[in-house]
């Protein structure tokens, strides 16, 4: 049955169209001003015509609550649903929704993360609407998007960073834009289009494991004998059951508005991606965090889980978040899209240079953006880029960059590619290849962030883009601004673009950034190498960053040192967790399979005896097993002391560190005892799904 796309598109969001078609012309003009140009309402009788509009839209499409939509602290969004109900004199009800309902909602501060800025005894917060990003019809509720603040003003939430971040980048790049004649500039907006991967496997599979159910991810299995060893899972045609579950998600993403564009089978077994078209950061963060609900909610109803940890199975590729970042003006302009002839567009070189020198002084803000406990595990592995931060820029801009450091002449060179057989067409050949191995990677108009993780909210990574690029603009205004409109700017420009590609270029790699050889390069050029979370967290708080949180008014020093606290803390828990499910899932499961299957050889072997036979594969296979249980056991019992030991080290940054020097040490020794005990045993006695079950069973 085929789709009518432009009849589905955002049929329950929202959007421009309807508010144009539904709201009064001055409402309408009032609000599209809040959402272009940060005007604030003009007074709550307009909130509450929207607010009733909204309401009886709504309400066509089967809602009966309404919920503020936030992103606390917690890693995932949060709601609390309310009815539109209110009683009526003559004993009945109506449905009313005001503009005050519209605007603040309140839950409980104290119930989420708060890094210490709030006390469990001090209960009162606030969410409030955001009316930058569009509301939709869910499931039977309203969902608005809101920001979350405490009762005293502290920022509990992802999405507030990010609005600011996004104003601040706007005044700052409007500002530098003037330098070079773009007066009619008056908004410059982040984009950004998050490539989302995730695994499939089967819910029956699923509801077996223990550690997949409590932590996301596979915490015992052996590899089994193909993996993506022959290359052939990439893009390879898709499997009937996928199919259906990608045909499915794409119609429910299209229907909230969600511009899902391209869908493909990943190189790992079981694995996918979805890929959007790009959008403003803000709206793109909204869009990524629900289809991630989306995509769960979908796989249930045709008998799957989808996974988004970083890295579900050991020993093949994990799943990242590609973060897709630009800038836009509200002209038209990509400000990342270097044209024709790029030696000649000053104003993308100097954009160009404020990225160079803003990635290479905060790599720390760049790597700690996309850290997690889970992310640790894909980093550096298999197809994930390195903990090392490093920019691609291709052989085209590297030449440019190269050019103006010699004060020489560059010619851009025309490419087509012509394939050799008549037949076919000669089409442009791209100004650079693409690096997979790159963090950080220029890919034509954009730069694509690839060190994110896929369960994360891609509001940190932004926010922290955004600062940093209004940071370095900042700086380059304050430098260039005294030569506007005299007749040496240009060479001014070309002065500091020279000084900042001398001095920076080692952030600038193009290589291969799996091989060793680049680890000692870059340790050769003074980059840092945050290897996990617990190395990389504590930068949050160096002077240089705080200071520009602070400069445009991001965070307070308070509110860097809570989400210190709280990514720590979430550190330490989920390690924790994972450890606890391991010794659980020893002790009940499978060292007990192991000891009965043990036991079952030795009276087999006992019967064999008594009747004269010979026991060499029974004896070598019983006295194997038995030793590795024992070693089994040994090892659960270290588990434990070593996690007791864990609860008991005092300070944030210590006991993470403990979580991860230790603990994390002993769950890999007992992994590789029970991943050798599975290899030994029969499937059929062995308590959980092996490998191959799991990611070939779709």
């Not at 400069?551 to 330490?572: C, D, G, M, P, W």
Request: proline fraction near 5%; glycine fraction near 6%; hydrophobic fraction near 40%.
């Amino acid at each position: 049955m085929s789709v009518n796309i432009p009849e589905i598109f955002a049929c329950n969001v929202f959007n421009e169209d309807v508010m144009k078609t539904r709201l009064p012309k001055n409402v309408y003009r009032a609000l599209k001003r809040t959402m272009q140009n940060n005007e604030p309402l003009a007074d709550m009788e307009t909130a509450d015509v929207v607010a009733n509009t909204i309401k009886e839209w709504a309400i066509e499409r089967g809602a009966t609550h309404y919920t503020h939509w936030f992103q606390p602290m917690t890693g995932s969004t949060a709601e609390k649903h309310d009815c539109f109900i209110s009683p009526a004199p003559n004993g009945m009800a109506i449905m009313e929704f005001s503009g005050k309902a519209l605007v603040k909602g309140e839950p409980d501060a104290s119930s989420f993360p708060s890094g210490g800025l709030r006390r469990t005894s001090s209960a009162r917060g606030y969410t409030a609407w955001d009316p930058t990003s569009y509301c939709f019809v869910k499931e039977g509720s309203l969902y608005i998007p809101t920001v979350f603040v405490s009762y005293t003003g502290e920022v509990l939430d992802k999405k507030t960073p990010l609005l600011r971040s996004m104003q601040a980048l706007s005044k700052t790049a409007v500002r530098f834009l003037k330098l070079f004649g773009n007066d009619r500039v008056t908004r410059v907006t982040s984009t950004v289009g998050a490539e989302q991967e995730y695994f499939l496997i089967d819910k029956k599979m699923y509801d077996q494991r223990e550690d997949l159910i409590l932590t996301g991810r596979t915490l015992f299995g052996a590899k089994p004998p193909k993996g993506q060893d022959l290359d052939d899972q990439y893009f390879a045609n898709l499997r009937p059951r996928v199919a259906a579950y990608m045909a499915e998600l794409d119609e429910e993403l299209w229907k909230l508005g969600i511009y899902s564009k391209t869908k493909h089978n990943e190189v790992a077994p079981a694995q996918h991606e979805m890929a959007p078209i790009f959008t403003t950061s803000n709206l793109g963060t909204d869009q990524n965090e629900l289809a991630m609900e989306v995509m769960e909610k979908v796989a249930l109803k045709h008998g799957l889980v989808c996974l988004l940890h970083e890295k579900p199975f050991e020993g093949v590729n994990g799943s990242g978040k590609h973060n897709n970042w630009s800038m836009s003006t509200n002209d038209g302009q990509n400000l990342l899209d270097p044209g024709d002839t790029p030696m000649d567009n000053l104003q993308f070189l100097t954009i160009l240079c404020a990225l160079i020198k803003g990635v290479d002084e905060y790599a720390d803000l760049m790597r700690l953006s996309a850290a997690s406990a889970g992310n640790d595990h894909r980093l550096g592995a298999d197809e994930a880029p390195p903990a090392i931060v490093s920019m691609f820029l291709g052989e085209e801009l590297e030449a440019v960059l190269q050019a103006i450091e010699d004060d020489a002449v560059y010619k851009t060179k025309a490419r087509a590619f012509k394939i050799g057989v008549d037949a076919l067409p000669s089409f442009p050949k791209d100004s650079t290849d693409r690096n997979r191995t790159s963090p950080f990677a220029f890919t034509g108009n954009r730069f694509e962030f690839r060190m994110v993780g896929s369960s994360d909210n891609i509001a940190c990574p932004n926010v922290l883009l955004n600062t940093i690029v209004c940071e370095e603009l900042s700086q380059f205004t304050e430098i260039l601004e005294p030569f506007k409109g005299k007749d040496n700017f240009d060479a001014e420009v070309r002065k500091l673009l020279k000084t900042v590609i001398k001095e920076h270029r080692r952030i600038i790699f193009n290589g291969d950034g799996y091989s060793e050889e680049w680890v000692k390069e870059a340790e050769r050029r003074g980059l840092p190498n945050y290897a996990s979370t617990v190395d990389c967290m504590p930068h949050y708080m160096d002077e240089k960053n705080v200071r520009i949180f602070r400069k445009f008014e991001i965070y307070n020093q308070n509110e860097v040192a809570a989400r210190t606290e709280i990514h720590l803390e979430k550190y330490s828990k989920t390690v924790r967790i994972e450890a606890r499910t391991m010794i659980e899932m020893a002790r009940k499961q499978l060292l007990p399979a192991t000891m009965d299957y043990v036991q079952s050889l030795c009276e087999a072997i006992a019967t064999k005896k008594q009747i004269g036979f010979t026991c060499n594969t029974d004896e070598k296979i019983a006295k194997k097993l038995n030793e590795l249980a024992d070693r089994f056991y040994e090892s659960i019992e270290r588990l434990e002391t070593r996690v007791t030991e864990a609860n008991s080290v005092s300070g944030i940054q210590k006991q993470a560190e403990f979580f991860h020097d230790v603990v994390l040490a002993e769950m890999d020794i007992m992994r590789s005892i029970a991943d050798e005990i599975e290899l030994n045993m029969p499937a059929a006695k062995w308590p959980i799904p092996a490998y191959s079950e799991i990611i070939y069973n779709v």
